[in-house]
């Protein structure tokens, strides 16, 4: 049993999901906003739901390129993966964010609605991704 983290990183606030300790369900966490202690609430985050592995999100372009938001969210990582002193895993997260727009879509919700959640919805995407994975 191992409880999962992922990051979304935006400019404007950083997503959080987490795995149940199964490994079977992420679930959307309240964001963090982006700045200079984006990090140190990472951290916190990750200790307080005792995090065995940690994902960040890297969003590559639909060619598989990188962009300014790739660069941003590997130098995010990086820092994440220093003060930790322990793996961070970079995962391809195109397409994430809207597969849950989609999601809130569907369930009648507007984008003015869900702009505050969107980011952490994208990060459970991203770690659904994983855990459905890991468990194939």
Wanted: glycine fraction near 8%.
């Amino acid at each position: 049993m191992a409880v999962r983290i992922a990051f979304d990183v935006g400019t404007v606030r950083i997503g959080v999901a987490t795995s149940d300790p199964h490994g079977i369900l992420a679930s959307p966490q309240e964001a963090i906003a982006a700045g200079d202690e984006s990090i140190t609430a990472a951290i916190g985050r990750i200790s307080d739901c005792a995090a065995d592995e940690v994902y960040v999100g890297l969003p590559r372009t639909m060619k598989g390129g990188e962009s300014d938001s790739t660069r941003m969210a590997r130098e995010w990582a990086s820092q994440l993966e220093e003060k930790l002193q322990r793996q961070v895993i970079l995962i391809d997260e195109r397409l994430t964010t809207v597969q849950a727009q989609g999601a809130f879509t569907r369930a009648g919700k507007n984008t003015k609605q869900t702009r505050s959640r969107i980011d952490s919805a994208a990060a459970a995407v991203l770690l659904q991704g994983v855990l459905d994975s890991h468990g194939r």
